[in-house]
């Protein structure tokens, strides 16, 4: 009995030592009408274990990739990347100007004060949906969109 109690007990105490990422300040860059693309950003603190994000879609947008942005000749260039690594315990901010999503082919028009809900594939572990909130510029404190999807 003692050996059930003490398996029982090593199973949830491993269960609950599992934490994923979380994601906070999700918000999208309001876009003229029309404009051929917005600009998705947001905190994300990690887990207890490594992640990498691997995709992303919406059924707001045709396509959402990942961006980075880096220096070529003297030049700021963005290119998409396959994949986002989030170490454990580590906080990565997607920002203007730094890593970030491209939100392509809008299916409606979207104003500030509107949601969308991004779907992040990681490369281990289930779909993860994150509210992202449509503003003219980045949410403060008060602000905050921490929304966690499971």
Do not use: N
Not at 37 to 58: K, L, N, P, Q
Not at 67 to 90: D, F, N, Q, S, Y
């Amino acid at each position: 009995m003692r050996a059930i109690v003490a398996a029982l007990l090593l199973a949830a105490s491993s269960q609950a030592v599992a934490k994923d990422p979380t994601i906070e300040r999700a918000w999208i860059r309001e876009a003229p009408p029309g404009a051929p693309a917005m600009a998705g950003f947001m905190a994300i603190e990690g887990g207890s274990r490594d992640t990498e994000i691997v995709g992303a879609h919406s059924a707001d947008f045709g396509r959402v990739e990942i961006h980075e942005m880096l220096e070529e000749g003297g030049v700021m260039k963005m290119r998409p990347i396959e994949r986002l690594e989030v170490p454990a315990g580590a906080r990565l901010t997607l920002a203007p100007g730094a890593e970030h999503l491209m939100l392509f082919e809008a299916k409606r028009p979207l104003a500030a004060g509107d949601m969308v809900t991004i779907t992040f594939e990681l490369s281990k572990g289930d779909p993860v949906d994150v509210e992202f909130a449509v503003a003219k510029g980045a949410p403060g404190k008060q602000g905050d969109h921490a929304h966690h999807g499971h």
